[in-house]
Nanobody, 124 residues
Framework: QVQLVESGGGLVQAGESLRLSCAASGRTFSRITVGWFRQAPGKEREFVASLTWTGRSTLYADSVKGRFTLSRDNAKSTSTLQMNSLKPEDTAVYYC?????????????????WGQGTQVTVSN
């Protein structure tokens, strides 16, 4: 079992930044591929970014490429999603997900464990 807890969401204005964190427990974090997804009201949950357990491969959705950066700290069992130049269309609940020894994927079905989510709201 893996427990995931997201934090760092909030209300910001367009152009500002937020840093989301995902704290993991229950399994060796160094064996976990981390994914971030988001879900806006009335929409499907969509992929944002992933970082493999090896730390060698990162994927980003086209909509966030160049603005968001995903990193991990195995010593602290945390991953961080740095979000810059936020836009109103980034407004959503953001979820952290874990795939043990996963290859890194944009498909939510590949992830076995999920956090409860944190709300990000970007105003004009």
């Amino acid at each position: 079992q893996v427990q995931l807890v997201e934090s760092g969401g909030g209300l910001v204005q367009a152009g500002e930044s937020l840093r989301l964190s995902c704290a993991a427990s229950g399994r060796t974090f160094s064996r976990i591929t981390v994914g971030w997804f988001r879900q806006a009201p009335g929409k499907e949950r969509e992929f944002v970014a992933s970082l493999t357990w090896t730390g060698r491969s990162t994927l980003y959705a086209d909509s966030v490429k160049g603005r968001f950066t995903l990193s991990r700290d195995n010593a602290k069992s945390t991953s961080t999603l740095q979000m810059n130049s936020l836009k109103p269309e980034d407004t959503a609940v953001y979820y952290c997900a874990a795939d043990v020894l996963g290859p890194g994927s944009s498909k939510k079905e590949e992830y076995e464990y999920w956090g409860q989510g944190t709300q990000v709201t970007v105003s004009n």
